[in-house]
């Protein structure tokens, strides 16, 4: 990683996918064990979930029909509760999970004074306590529906996917004094083509075989997970 430490225009960005990015795995997946362990999803629900991920990895089904039956799953649930059993989440698992390099650049990009944010996928409750145990600054998420401090499913718009992550990360950046074009971004999935594209710096983190051979074809740098 070069040195840039601030653009003309203002600080420099750093984004951050989470799943298969900074944690090994899906925090979808793993939430639904965990809230099956502690009997907050029948097994039925969380097999559900889980398969949901499943067909989804397998281009069976759009991120967007996923994460609207997902949300069905949550209607009901309490915004408190939601966010205890996602800092649970966190210390039971995702914690032992983090990708040591990721965690190791995250931590160059904050020596360096740029603006950590997670940018990613994951609900912002399962987001949270990545950004206060490894030092982000923002989080660019999806976020459920609430009324009342209760979940009644659905989603608010836009969704933070694909070409919905630059839009996402746009908004954040007008204003601010930054410029996409200093930022960096880090991600493992073809999905975030678009954000990888958008940013001055793309970064490939254990890139899945698409992303793989067009991050070659263009030079973008990246990090292999150790075996």
């Known amino acids: 990683m070069d040195d840039q430490r601030s653009s003309p225009s203002g600080t420099v960005v750093a984004f951050f996918d989470v799943d298969?990015?900074?944690?090994?795995?899906?925090?979808?997946?793993?939430y639904a064990i965990e809230a099956y362990r502690h009997g907050e999803l029948s097994r039925w629900a969380a097999l559900r979930l889980?398969?949901?991920?499943?067909?989804?990895?397998?281009?069976?089904?759009?991120m967007r029909s996923w994460m609207e039956r997902a949300s069905t799953l949550l209607a009901g649930v309490d915004e408190g509760a939601f966010a205890d059993r996602s800092r649970a989440l966190y210390d039971h698992s995702?914690?032992?999970?983090?990708?040591?390099?990721?965690v190791d650049r995250i931590a160059e990009?904050?020596?360096k004074g740029h603006h950590l944010v997670l940018l990613t996928a994951t609900l912002r409750q399962v987001a949270i306590p990545l950004l206060e145990?490894?030092?982000?600054?923002?989080?660019l998420s999806n976020e459920l529906n609430y009324r009342d401090g209760i979940i009644i499913g659905g989603?608010?718009?836009p969704l933070c996917y694909g070409e919905g992550k630059v839009v996402h990360?746009?908004?954040f950046m007008k204003g601010r004094g930054c410029r996409l074009e200093d930022a960096y971004f880090y991600s493992d999935?073809?999905?975030?083509?678009?954000?990888?594209e958008a940013v001055g710096h793309p970064v490939v983190v254990n890139a899945d075989p698409e992303l793989r051979k067009i991050a070659e074809s263009r030079g973008w740098p990246g990090l292999e997970r150790a075996l």
């Open 50 to 62: 889980v398969w949901w991920v499943v067909l989804y990895r397998l281009g069976f089904i759009k």
């Open 169 to 171: 990360a746009k908004q």
């Open 155 to 157: 989603f608010v718009e």
């Open 94 to 102: 995702l914690a032992h999970r983090l990708d040591p390099q990721v």
């Open 109 to 111: 990009h904050r020596e």
């Open 189 to 196: 999935s073809i999905a975030d083509l678009p954000m990888l």
């Open 133 to 139: 145990h490894l030092g982000f600054h923002d989080i």
């Open 20 to 30: 298969e990015t900074i944690v090994r795995g899906n925090s979808a997946q793993r």
